[in-house]
């Protein structure tokens, strides 16, 4: 039911991707993210909440200083590079060993933060709003997350069609540039310019819009797909959440990028436990 996958990452053991579900914590080091204000309280609240999704067992630590929220400001590169480079080097120095990804469209915040420490890029824009990002990651030789999002999308064009041609142009992109294939994981981008009737269908054909024998991450947590159905504002919507990385698993996810990492953690071993049987030791 899931295709398994071993992807190298520099200084720390590979990205084992199969039927063992990955939870990657977001980590938004935006001013609307921790309320406290403030440059240095808000690198000292996301450190400190880096340190809490390590301890609720996330496998990945995504990192991000720009809002893709639908009308969020704009962050300049040094901008950019103010939120998220503090936050790195503190888990950089504390010895952290989980992989640290870096969510970024940019190819220098993208090249700043590997060289601190990322191991991963995390592209909401597939490698087609700058083409040096898939430079950036053939030099470091490090995973590119490929998102679909096509603002300005054809609404003749079955979503399956568009997502199956912009996937296309983003395998392109990194393969002209010298990434290795398997060093790419696609995510549908679940909520990017798509409305909620494509959304529901994509999570349970995800497949048919996906080229095949990638490894795939499903991102839903507590987004408006979810908000609109239960009428629930975004800090209710944990149990839709919950219902999505489950389905998603079920359709053949392999990480999940979360808010809520202990939750999602226990459903997703409920889940692979239910596929593939309790952990041996349990058996
Ligand atoms: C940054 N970001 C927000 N939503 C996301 C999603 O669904 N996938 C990925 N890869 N990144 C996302």
């Given at each position: 039911m899931h295709t398994s996958h071993s992807i190298p990452l520099p200084n720390r053991p590979p990205l084992i991707l199969g039927p063992r579900p990955l939870v990657m914590g977001i980590l938004n080091v935006t001013p609307d993210s921790f309320s406290d204000g403030g440059q240095h309280n808000l690198v000292a609240a996301a450190v400190a909440h880096a340190h809490q999704m390590i301890a609720e067992g996330t496998d990945i630590i995504d990192i991000g200083g720009e809002s893709t929220r639908p009308g969020a400001e704009v962050v300049g590169v040094q901008q950019e590079l103010d939120r998220v480079m503090p936050v790195i080097d503190a888990l950089i120095a504390a010895g952290i060993t989980t992989p640290i990804s870096i969510d970024t469209y940019k190819p220098l915040v993208a090249d700043q933060a590997i060289q601190a420490g990322a191991v991963i890029i995390n592209d909401v824009h597939g490698l087609q709003r700058a083409p040096e990002m898939a430079e950036v990651a053939a030099l470091h030789d490090v995973p590119v997350i490929a998102m679909h999002w096509q603002a300005d999308r054809d609404h003749s064009v079955p979503l399956a069609d568009d997502m199956l041609a912009y996937f296309e142009r983003s395998v392109a992109i990194a393969q002209a540039a010298g990434t290795s294939l398997d060093r790419l994981i696609l995510d549908p981008g679940f909520g990017f310019g798509k409305t909620l009737q494509e959304n529901y269908?994509?999570?349970?054909?995800?497949?048919?819009?996906?080229?095949?024998?990638?490894?795939?991450?499903?991102?839903?947590?507590?987004?408006?797909?979810?908000?609109?159905?239960?009428?629930?504002?975004?800090?209710?919507?944990?149990?839709?959440?919950?219902?999505?990385?489950?389905?998603?698993?079920?359709?053949?996810?392999h990480i999940f990028r979360v808010h809520d990492v202990r939750?999602?953690?226990?459903?997703?071993?409920?889940?692979?436990?239910?596929?593939?049987?309790?952990?041996?030791?349990?058996?």
């Open positions: 269908h994509l999570l349970s054909n995800m497949h048919a819009a996906l080229p095949p024998n990638f490894p795939l991450l499903v991102g839903t947590s507590r987004k408006s797909m979810i908000g609109k159905l239960l009428d629930v504002p975004a800090e209710e919507r944990l149990a839709g959440t919950i219902a999505t990385t489950v389905l998603g698993y079920i359709n053949g996810g939750a999602n953690r226990d459903a997703l071993r409920v889940a692979q436990a239910t596929l593939y049987g309790p952990p041996p030791e349990l058996r």
